[in-house]
């Protein structure tokens, strides 16, 4: 069974930068397709971002063009680098696999990690 940790959260202004970082243990992901969703206080979990095993990236529409999702199979490692951030992101990100599908709804998602907490100030 495949454990997904998520590091890099934290407290940053708004316009600033942060990268989050997802690291896999119990197996190899290189054949996985990975992603990132976020819930914010009294919402639902949402969809960010995914990348598939080959390398092809989705993005949610809120985050394209400010978010950069990218994978290291050698380090079994998924990041997510995100700019310009402002207040409205500010959630509980989430890191996740799916093997058949690409995850971009909850459905597809097969683990999940633990969560890692993002904050932007305005």
């Known amino acids: 069974q495949v454990q997904l940790v998520e590091s890099g959260g934290g407290l940053v202004q708004a316009g600033g930068s942060l990268r989050l970082a997802c690291a896999a243990s119990g197996r190899s992901l290189s054949n996985y397709n990975m992603g990132w969703f976020r819930q914010a206080p009294g919402k639902e979990r949402e969809f960010v971002a995914a990348?598939?095993?080959?390398?092809?990236?989705y993005y949610s529409d809120v985050v394209k063009g400010r978010f950069t999702i990218s994978r290291d199979n050698a380090k079994i490692t998924v990041y997510l680098q995100m700019n310009s951030l402002t207040a409205e992101d500010t959630a509980v990100y989430y890191c996740?696999?799916?093997?058949?599908?690409?995850?971009?709804?909850?459905?597809?998602?097969?683990?999940w990690g633990q969560g890692t907490l993002v904050t932007v100030s305005s």
């Open positions: 996740a696999t799916a093997h058949q599908y690409i995850p971009t709804r909850i459905s597809d998602v097969g683990v």
């Open positions: 990348i598939s095993w080959s390398g092809r990236t």
